[in-house]
């Protein structure tokens, strides 16, 4: 349950393990988190040195922060996953806040889950580890039906009920604007003076240009993904490379001058309220307006002091945040995950959902979330609207287990990319008759695949997928099988082995 005061469950183990003179780490998914988490760490604990890591300080004040750390001189340390890799000394107790967020996975370079590792070592050092979430992984839960891992469940507020969650249907033909039982809601709370969060997952104006004339699309020439367009700078811009041109003035294909912008982001958002609510006070966060350090951190003071009416936001305000007189929250654009390849999807759009709708009535004002969809009897919303984890949590599993999805098995990912095509089908042929030759009971090999995004930033991108009912299997055939694909090693073809992957 969001709101429901797990931090300071935190807290009160945190006591007694200082108390015994013993170190505590403390993990967080984002930065973003940081600030917040820290500034009530030091007003909870203030006698203790507590230090931060991550990714957004200098060597050097990382190096001093670790130094601290491995002297035992300070006695918490927060962080994000790099601070898993941390020296403490007289390590005492773990906490991982929001357990469930996919940030935990390290997913270029060295890849790692800090979360596991965390697990790992809370098991070698014979000390607590707390996975805190509203709405665990589907590993964490199937863990504690195993009997793994005990599980403390938090029923109620403290700070009021449960925000109400309502779903506001509308046709296609409605497009993208807002409903007029939204809008009246939003008036509402506006008059009241409280404050109102519109949730679009997407950033930019935007999400594709086209051809009225010959259906062209506007696609990045380094990846095949179609551009973005982010209205303000003028300019088309890709999400996966970074590449970015100026906004044609007719067709590339036929030369229409009559090209249509598609699908929605944030600016597009922000642009409409301003218009339906000129009065209003309008703040758009998202990773183009928080690229300046300390941006997001200016901008959380500003929605503390209740200086701005209306928010716009991404998944960067979906978790973590208590903001007093937030009292609305309405969500768009969420039916584009009911259609996702991806077998975990709906649990990570179940998560999302949930872990936004728990922002508003964090104070003393009741809350209210409002979801607009064309899907309003999907499952996902209706686990979403009466709240019942779960049961939603038991129904995936048993999809899992028809399925023989994770967490029923483990899965290994070999991911393989090259600026040549059949330089990557080469690769993955090789990698899969050496994997078959391979004589380890328990262990699939499956057909090589194109990646879900099959070219990014020049390079072509496939897969092969590895999966077995047991990890002892998996451990005995990946020792062997990571030989062979390192003999393999070609300076014209990058690879990574990923174990248990987080998309496939």
Known sequence: MTGSGKTEVYFEVMAKTLRLGRQIMVLVPEINLTPQFESRLRSRFPKYQIVTLNSSMSDKERLQAWMLVRSGVASIVLGTRLAIFA?????????????????????????????????????????????????????????????????????????????????ISVDRAHGRALAPEILSAMQVCLSRGEQVLVFLNRRGYASALFCSSCNWAAMCGRCSARLTIHKHSVQLRCHYCGYQ??????????????????????????DDLRVQFPEASILRIDSDTTKRKGAFKAMRGVIENSDVDIIVGTQMLAKGHDFPNLSLVVVLGSDQSLFSADFRATERLYQQLLQVSGRPGRGEKKGRVMLQTEFAQHPVYQSLIHQTFDDFAQELLLEREEAAFPPLCYQALLRVAAKQESQVWKFLSLAQSEAIKIKVPGIEVYDAVPSPLFKMAGLYRGQLLIQSASRKSMRGFLRIWSIYIDALRDGAVRHALDVDPLDV
Not at 253 to 264: A, P, S, V
């Open 87 to 167: 020296s403490l000394p007289k390590l005492g107790l773990i906490v991982v806040d929001e357990e469930h967020d996919m940030s935990y996975k390290q997913v270029e370079g060295v890849r790692y889950n800090a979360r596991d590792l965390a697990i790992y070592l809370a098991s070698e050092n014979n000390i607590p580890i707390i996975l805190g979430s509203a709405t665990p992984s589907l590993e964490t839960y199937f863990n504690f039906v195993q009997g793994k891992y005990k599980r403390l469940k938090l029923n109620e507020r403290p700070h009021g009920p449960l925000p109400d969650i309502e779903l």
């Open 245 to 270: 041109s100026k906004v044609p003035d007719q067709c590339a294909e036929c030369g229409n001058h009559d090209l249509i912008d598609l699908g929605q982001g944030t600016q597009r958002i922000e």
